[in-house]
């Protein structure tokens, strides 16, 4: 294993790091991220980055500072533990059973929000409310979006509060 010496960081001490093995994994943020049924543009845009940064990020062996891992933490809603990896260990079985339950949950919003018949609406409201009743925090999960989140008439896109430079409306010739 390769070390570095801190000291030459101004961290003071001069005793030496390890850094880990090049290839192993790091952190698990992928595997969480869909686990919870999380988009790489959700999580883009709730810590503020591009999509690339994301992808980067997520390379399991992408060494990361840990207010980065808090960030993540934060928005993915789960213990940091959740995020590192440990020696061959699998995601705990409480993330795991939560993750199961917040899909399912968006799965009966969604088909809540499209179902005609009074009968299902009925049936698909009883399996909310024992959903709710196992975990009441899931009262904030929404349904499955078909294709993206929609916004309403008065809403304006991301592409409107851009701003453009002047020279956007120049004529170039080439």
Same mark, same amino acid.
């Given at each position: 294993?390769?070390t570095?010496?801190?000291?030459s *960081?101004?961290?003071?001490?001069?005793?030496? /790091?390890?850094?880990?093995?090049?290839?192993?994994?790091l952190?698990?943020l992928?595997?969480?991220r &869909?686990?919870q049924?999380?988009? &790489?543009?959700?999580?883009?845009?709730?810590?503020?980055?591009?999509?690339?940064?994301?992808?980067?990020?997520?390379?399991?062996?992408?060494?990361?500072?840990?207010?980065?891992?808090?960030?993540?933490?934060?928005?993915?809603?789960v213990?940091?533990?959740e995020?590192?990896?440990e020696?061959?260990?699998?995601?705990?079985p409480p993330? *795991?059973?939560r993750?199961?339950l917040? &899909?399912?949950?968006?799965?009966?919003?969604?088909?809540?929000?499209?179902?005609?018949?009074?009968?299902v &609406?009925?049936m698909v409201?009883?399996?909310?409310?024992?959903?709710?009743?196992?975990?009441?925090e899931?009262?904030?999960?929404?349904?499955?979006?078909? /294709?993206?989140?929609?916004?309403?008439?008065d809403?304006l896109? /991301?592409?409107?509060e851009?701003?453009?430079s002047?020279?956007?409306?120049?004529?170039r010739?080439?």
């Open positions: 294993m390769s570095i010496d801190i000291s *960081l101004g961290a003071g001490g001069g005793f030496d /790091v390890p850094l880990p093995p090049s290839g192993r994994p952190h698990r992928a595997q969480v &869909r686990q049924g999380v988009s &790489r543009r959700t999580i883009a845009r709730r810590l503020n980055i591009d999509a690339a940064a994301i992808r980067q990020q997520e390379l399991e062996t992408s060494d990361m500072t840990l207010s980065q891992l808090y960030r993540w933490q934060t928005v993915l809603d213990p940091i533990s995020l590192l990896v020696a061959d260990e699998a995601i705990s993330l *795991l059973l993750a199961q917040v &899909r399912l949950m968006k799965s009966a919003l969604a088909i809540k929000g499209n179902v005609k018949q009074e009968s &609406r009925r409201q009883t399996i909310i409310d024992q959903l709710l009743d196992m975990m009441p899931l009262s904030g999960v929404g349904p499955w979006h078909a /294709v993206g989140k929609r916004r309403r008439l809403e896109g /991301v592409a409107a851009r701003r453009l002047a020279d956007v409306f120049l004529d010739e080439d």
